[in-house]
């Protein structure tokens, strides 16, 4: 097992700090590595779910281009989804398979999400935060739903 540190990202920062994981967040961690919940050392309290609709956030790992097409499958769940998180092996890793950062990120823009931010998970993998374009209806619609809903004027389905 690698120091606290590599597990991390070589930062020291917790991954589940860089990932915005929040106190009731539900999480759903897709086709992650083995050892994932090792790398998840910290307060535990969101809420694991194994299915993306609904969850306030989502993790996918993804080794090779034939992969792609689950990003453009889960960018339905934006929203409620807030983040998807993406995760690939370093060209370095020995499990690399030649996936580039560039083919997640030309995949999300074309089903409406932006890439905001880029981690190293550990040694072997990557990640990048994708999120819905600030402006877009989808973003919009849902957050004047979630403000009426806040004012208690009305209720969400």
Same mark, same amino acid.
């Not at 370095?92 to 030309?106: A, V």
């Not at 823009?109 to 890439?115: M, N």
């Given at each position: 097992?690698?120091?606290?540190?590599?597990?991390?990202?070589?930062?020291?920062?917790?991954?589940?700090?860089?990932?915005?994981?929040?106190?009731?967040?539900? +999480?759903?961690?897709?086709?992650?590595?083995? &050892?994932?919940?090792?790398?998840?050392?910290?307060?535990?309290?969101?809420?694991? %779910?194994?299915?993306?609709?609904?969850?306030? =956030?989502? &993790? +996918?790992?993804?080794?090779?281009?034939?992969?792609?097409?689950?990003?453009? =499958?889960?960018?339905? &769940?934006?929203?409620?989804?807030?983040?998807?998180?993406?995760?690939?092996?370093?060209?370095?890793?020995?499990?690399?398979?030649?996936?580039?950062?560039? &083919?997640?990120?030309?995949? *999300?823009? *074309?089903?409406?999400?932006?890439? %905001?931010? %880029?981690? *190293?998970?550990?040694?072997?993998?990557?990640?990048?935060?994708?999120? +819905? /374009?600030?402006?877009?209806?989808?973003?919009? =619609?849902?957050?004047?739903?979630?403000? %009426?809903?806040?004012?208690?004027?009305? /209720?969400? =389905?």
């Amino acid at each position: 097992m690698p120091a606290k540190a590599d597990a991390a990202g070589y930062s020291g920062t917790p991954l589940w700090k860089k990932l915005g994981w929040k106190t009731g967040m539900s +999480l759903c961690v897709m086709d992650a590595p083995a &050892h994932y919940a090792s790398l998840m050392d910290g307060p535990n309290d969101w809420v694991m %779910v194994k299915k993306p609709e609904g969850a306030d =956030a989502l &993790h +996918l790992f993804i080794t090779e281009n034939k992969d792609l097409p689950k990003i453009t =499958a889960l960018a339905k &769940h934006f929203p409620p989804a807030q983040m998807l998180w993406v995760s690939w092996p370093k060209l370095s890793s020995p499990l690399s398979k030649g996936l580039k950062e560039d &083919h997640i990120r030309e995949t *999300a823009i *074309a089903c409406g999400l932006v890439d %905001v931010k %880029v981690c *190293a998970v550990d040694a072997d993998w990557s990640g990048l935060k994708l999120m +819905l /374009r600030k402006g877009s209806e989808r973003r919009e =619609a849902h957050a004047m739903r979630f403000a %009426v809903s806040k004012k208690g004027q009305n /209720r969400l =389905a």
